[in-house]
């Protein structure tokens, strides 16, 4: 999914959020619905994307797909261990008790945030709504990995 259209949809989030609950719910979705995909960035560039600022700001209106024809880049699971961290309802789950615990709305909305990208990404990923558990894909690795492989070459991301 294009970068773009995860900024578009948190900065409507946000609005809302903001217009409700303040600056910080605002902030919240904002910074983690729409720039959750920071963890893409270092895969993109090991795979072929020039690291320019005038191409990486070009590659947030780009899908995957687009990405890949044009820098020749290739498509996959980033190695970082920030993407199966950021990528995961347990991740959701860990801000919105951490936002409770400290009454932050900060954090809470961050939550809704990450709920809001993740919903958004379901199609591209193999496996539906159960690659998002970290504890899912860390029992059924196999089933994943050959999910994956499948899923990649069929799926518009």
Known sequence: MRAITHIK???AAAVIAGAVSGTPAAAGIFLFGGFLD???VTHFISSGL???PGTLFKSIFM???QLEK???ISRGVPSSWTFPVFHCVEFVFLLE??????????????GIGVLLHLLMDIRSYP??????SIIWRCMKKQKLMTEWQTHRSTVMC
């Not at 008790?97 to 961050?110: D, I, N």
């Not at 496996?127 to 998002?132: K, L, P």
């Open 70 to 72: 044009t820098y020749s």
């Open 127 to 132: 496996c539906g709504i159960s690659f998002f």
């Open 50 to 52: 020039p690291s320019s």
């Open 97 to 110: 008790v951490s936002g409770f615990l400290l009454e932050s709305s900060f954090l809470m909305a961050a």
């Open 38 to 40: 920071v963890d893409h």
């Open 63 to 65: 899908n995957e797909m």
């Open 9 to 11: 949809a948190s900065t």
